[in-house]
């Protein structure tokens, strides 16, 4: 009977140390698309500065945005597939950190439409360039983020009390009509 009650252990923990070498590491591939991911905000961070400055053509932030979107479309399922895969323990990192990217990733597509403003002058592109490459030289880091919101209210001073900027909608159609190309 106690030989039985051994056997019987021993094919139990001979097939979860089967199964544990058989199920693939979905952890590695989740920490893969997190590097994917940063690696790619990272780059269209750059990609805008340089839009503003007529450096970079939309198409190479939209390719990139698009292919961002496929990738955490892929790794939002594997996180599913990784929370799922406890039953003990409730682990939604992951889940969270791709469900934060992709809100970042809406919030990056909402803007693309400002990285081309035609009646700032050099100033007001610079202040911002700048501050997007800074920006996307931190995101990886984990900080309180308080140099960027300085610099942040260091632009919005500039744009509310120094930019000459058009006060009418009229102006502002004028403006993007006079705009010179090279800037």
């Keep these: 009977l106690l030989l039985n009650q051994f056997a ?7 097939v979860s140390f089967i199964m544990n070498i058989i199920t693939p590491d979905i952890e590695a591939e989740l920490l893969e698309y997190c590097k994917q991911v940063e690696v790619m905000f990272d780059s269209i961070y750059r990609n805008m500065g340089e839009r503003l400055h007529n ?11 698009e292919e961002l979107d496929r990738v955490l479309s892929r790794a939002k399922k594997r996180s599913y597939d990784y929370l799922q895969s406890f039953y003990l323990e409730y682990n939604d990192y992951y889940l969270e950190y791709f469900n934060m990217r992709n809100q970042q990733y809406q919030t990056v597509v909402s803007m693309q439409k400002f990285t081309k403003l035609d009646f ?7 202040l ?3 501050f997007t490459d800074k920006f996307a030289g931190t995101t990886r880091n984990l ?7 300085e610099s942040l209210e260091t632009i919005k001073y500039h744009f509310i009390y120094l930019a000459d900027l058009p006060t009418t909608n009229k102006q502002l159609q004028k403006s ?8």
């Design 128 to 130: 911002l360039r700048d």
């Design 55 to 65: 450096e970079a053509e939309v198409d190479v932030i939209n390719e990139e945005l």
């Design 176 to 183: 993007r009509c006079q705009a010179p190309k090279t800037i």
């Design 143 to 149: 900080n309180t983020s308080e140099k960027e919101k």
């Design 8 to 14: 019987l252990m021993l094919i139990g923990i001979s």
């Design 120 to 126: 700032l002058d050099q100033t007001e592109v610079k």
